[in-house]
């Protein structure tokens, strides 16, 4: 195992499992042919054809649409269109194919100017739902720092004013909390007619509460929803590794789907089959010509993650979510950081974020004060 790393003390690169590490801070604002020569570079110095697994949607649109130029290093899923994964971490790509294959997705606008954003405020249902757009321009000129929830007309078009002549968000229905359960589907469709891996999982909190990483989630098994996802990954013909956040509308008893990230997602842990088997494992066993055993998922799992669940527990606790599908206990827990054989990453964690969450703690309690 090999990473690439922004820095030599992020977590996961004092890992003791790593054979290397090759730190190459970037902005994302570099040409793709840069990225793609030091990719390319890298390969080389591993001198063997090495597996590829994304991180994030901006390496994911990289790697299928320069896939020609690096499959002489690295073994990588392929599909028909290269600019499918594109359009998949496009906020307004993804809403355009859930309209085009009939899946159920927020309602959504895509204003593209000041004058659109206003015509917006005047008959929109608040509170709505702020996201950046397209996948590189969150880092070249994001509008919002994430997903941001807005009260109201006024609050909306006072944040608008920073967001430039052509506005690069989308503005979403705001899918109540009380009335929904956010859902996660990881799953891994390979080459051909092979029947993919699919896993199912409830998100009990995220940090920042509703709307970012997930916190702390449980195995739960939900055929519907598995269903749903492979009949619309193999619609739209997508191949690879899948992170999918659904939210369950109650008010209408249907799923309707948030996010489709085109890779790995960072939970990706939490999620096993009874013969060990995880998406990331069944790539690997795909592309290097291997079958992959097929047996169901461990339901009752919970997955932890240290340094962001303590802050959402007490976030959540007056919010008014619940999760019903959540079983009352686990069969068993998978840390993000903490493990007896590999205590580095979590060593090196505590002393990059624990001081910025106790800081986010407190501006918490300060304006709840």
């Known amino acids: 195992m090999y990473a690439i ?8 690169a004092a890992s003791r499992y790593l054979h290397g590490r090759f730190v190459w801070p970037t ?25 590829l697994i994304p991180t994030d949607e901006e390496s994911a649109v990289l790697v299928s649409e320069h896939a020609d130029e690096l499959a002489e290093f690295f073994l990588f899923p392929r ?78 078009l006072e944040l608008a004013h920073g967001w430039g002549p052509k506005p690069g968000v989308i503005l979403q229905e705001y899918l109540p909390r009380e009335e929904a359960e956010d859902w996660i589907v990881h799953a891994y469709f390979g080459a051909g007619a092979a029947e993919p891996v699919v896993f199912t999982g409830v998100k009990v909190r995220s940090w920042p509460p509703h709307a970012g990483m997930t916190a702390c989630a449980y195995v739960v098994s939900n055929p519907e929803l598995a269903e749903l996802t492979s009949r619309f990954c193999k619609s739209i013909g997508f191949q690879g590794i899948a992170d999918l956040d659904w939210r369950y509308d109650r008010r209408d008893s249907r799923y309707k789907l948030l996010d489709f990230n085109p890779r790995m997602g960072a939970q990706f842990r939490l999620f096993e089959s009874a013969a060990g088997i995880d998406v990331v494992r069944a790539q690997h066993l795909d592309l290097t010509g291997r079958e992959i055993p097929r047996s169901g998922q461990r339901d009752g799992r919970r997955l932890v993650v240290e340094n962001i669940d303590l802050p959402a527990l007490l976030a959540y606790r007056r919010s008014g979510y619940t999760t019903p599908h959540a079983p009352a206990r686990a069969t ?15 060593v090196t964690m505590l002393a990059r974020f624990v001081r910025p969450g106790a800081k986010h703690l407190l501006q918490m309690y300060r304006s709840r004060r």
């Open 5 to 12: 790393t922004e820095d030599r003390w992020t977590p996961a």
């Open 79 to 156: 599909v028909e269109d290269p600019g499918l994964v594109r359009r998949l971490a496009s906020k307004q790509g993804l809403h355009e194919l859930c309209v085009q294959y009939g899946v159920l997705s927020p309602q959504a606008a895509f204003p593209d100017s000041y004058e659109a954003i206003e015509e917006f405020a005047a008959g929109a249902c608040f509170p709505i739902v702020a996201k950046n757009r397209e996948a590189f321009e969150r880092r070249r000129n994001p509008a919002v720092p994430g997903t941001t929830r807005i009260q109201g007309p006024r609050e909306l």
């Open 332 to 346: 068993g827990t998978e840390l993000a950081w903490l493990a007896a054989d590999d205590l580095k990453p979590f």
């Open 27 to 51: 902005t994302g604002q570099e040409p793709a042919e840069r990225l793609i020569e030091e990719l390319r570079r890298i390969g080389r110095r591993i001198g063997r054809p090495t597996v």
